[in-house]
């Protein structure tokens, strides 16, 4: 098979567009809103167009929309408001709120507003994740693992992340190094949760420190450490890489897009947290941002639109229903590679992630 890419499959990293939504069914909102207006940091397709229409038009609320792409630097951004937020929601990771709630820069959710949290799957209004303190703290959105992409005419399926560093694929590979540093240290027999290094952080040094100066050892494999996912989208279309740590996103709209390859979790395992919503401490808009994520919970082909716009999975009930047979096959993992994700533990990764981030500039200065 030849796949031949556009200049927007390249450019844009094989976006696709939440079309089926100008068709979804009203918003759940008793009148219009009077006046006012929403500010929201957001991920690229998490709010698609559809959907801003729909809710513009029947709630009266404009939406003011700032896209993010990286948790560190919202978090900057955050800091530097000293406690006068410019938005009323941003986008957090599920593995990464904790610095966001313990900065006080978030509100707890108030379920009392919040009439469709029965909309999101059981799964994952009740997991861990989402709380912290005896609080709830965000809106879960979408489902994120992290796995390996290969491309399937140059590597047979691969069961091991042994492949990435086989010295038959060497520059071939990437990956960005943080989110790889804690597979890595599962495929080294260590603990990359850091769950079990709670009460030794001697050990958890250790581990990361082996695992470091591994990755420094085997830096010849790597073609490029990326950052963005529209990077790894492009090198494996141009041919640069052959292999990858890759997001479940980006994968499957590679797959969907026609491009040979495939997205697995090999046996040592893969990492999974989630992207939701959340509202920032002392909104202005308070009220309006709980109109917009009753809003957005009311409907499954409002996760319909999601996934296709990002290719990642949705926490909303009913949305697999809505979608095409080639998106769940692009989408899906066996209940086996399921049960080899580690979700990303809450409470250890304020001291696991400052470690990993220290590494991973000791890998790129190496």
Same mark, same amino acid.
């Given at each position: ?5 556009? #200049? ?16 979804? %069914? ?5 009148? #219009? ?20 229409? #729909?809710?513009?038009?029947? =709630? ?5 929309? #700032? ?6 630097? @919202?978090?900057?951004?955050? &800091? ?6 410019? &938005? $009323? ?12 709630? $313990?900065?006080?820069?978030?509100? %707890?959710? $108030? ?24 609080? @709830? ?31 038959a694929n060497a520059g071939r590979t990437a990956y960005q190094i943080q989110d790889f540093f804690q597979i890595a240290m599962n495929y080294l027999g260590y603990d990359g949760s850091a769950a079990s290094y709670m009460n030794t952080p001697d050990v958890a040094q250790r581990a990361v420190d ?46 969907? $897009?026609?491009?040979?390859? &495939?997205? =697995?979790? %090999? ?58 047979? @080639? ?20 409470? =250890? ?5 400052d470690l990993i981030d220290k590494a991973a500039e000791e890998i790129r200065a190496a």
């Amino acid at each position: 098979m030849t796949f031949k890419p556009t #200049r927007r499959t390249v450019l844009t990293g094989m976006g696709i567009a939440g079309v089926a939504g100008l068709c979804a %069914p009203g918003l759940i909102r008793p009148a #219009r809103a009077a006046s006012g207006e929403l500010n929201i940091w957001a991920y690229d397709g998490f709010i698609t167009d559809a959907f801003r229409k #729909r809710f513009e038009d029947e =709630t009266g609320i404009r939406l003011n929309i #700032r896209t993010v792409t990286d948790q560190g630097e @919202q978090f900057n951004l955050m &800091a530097a408001e000293d406690g006068k937020f410019s &938005a $009323d929601i941003v986008t957090c990771a599920g593995h990464r709120f904790y610095q966001f709630i $313990d900065a006080g820069f978030l509100a %707890p959710i $108030d379920r009392a507003k919040l009439g469709n949290w029965n909309r999101i799957e059981d799964e994952y209004a009740s997991a861990s994740w989402v709380s912290r303190s005896g609080e @709830q703290w965000g809106v879960p959105l979408v489902v994120v693992s992290t796995g390996l992409l290969y491309n399937t005419e140059e590597i047979e399926a691969p069961e091991s992340w042994d492949v990435m560093f086989n010295e038959a694929n060497a520059g071939r590979t990437a990956y960005q190094i943080q989110d790889f540093f804690q597979i890595a240290m599962n495929y080294l027999g260590y603990d990359g949760s850091a769950a079990s290094y709670m009460n030794t952080p001697d050990v958890a040094q250790r581990a990361v420190d082996a695992t470091r100066d591994f990755l420094i050892e085997h830096k010849h494999m790597v073609r490029r450490y990326y950052e963005a996912a529209t990077e790894i989208q492009q090198m494996m279309v141009t041919g640069d890489v052959a292999l990858a740590q890759a997001g479940s996103g980006p994968s499957s709209q590679l797959i969907i $897009d026609g491009f040979p390859a &495939a997205y =697995t979790i %090999p046996r040592e395992g893969g990492l999974a947290y989630a992207y939701g919503f959340n509202i920032t401490k002392d909104a202005a808009n308070m009220e309006n941002a709980y109109t917009f994520l009753n809003a957005l919970l009311a409907d499954a082909e409002n996760g319909a639109e999601i996934v296709r716009s990002t290719g990642l999975s949705s926490t909303i009930k009913g949305t697999e229903a809505l979608l095409t047979d @080639q998106e769940k096959e692009a989408l899906a993992l066996s209940a086996e590679e399921r049960s080899r994700l580690s979700w990303v533990d809450v409470e =250890t990764a304020p001291f696991i992630f400052d470690l990993i981030d220290k590494a991973a500039e000791e890998i790129r200065a190496a």
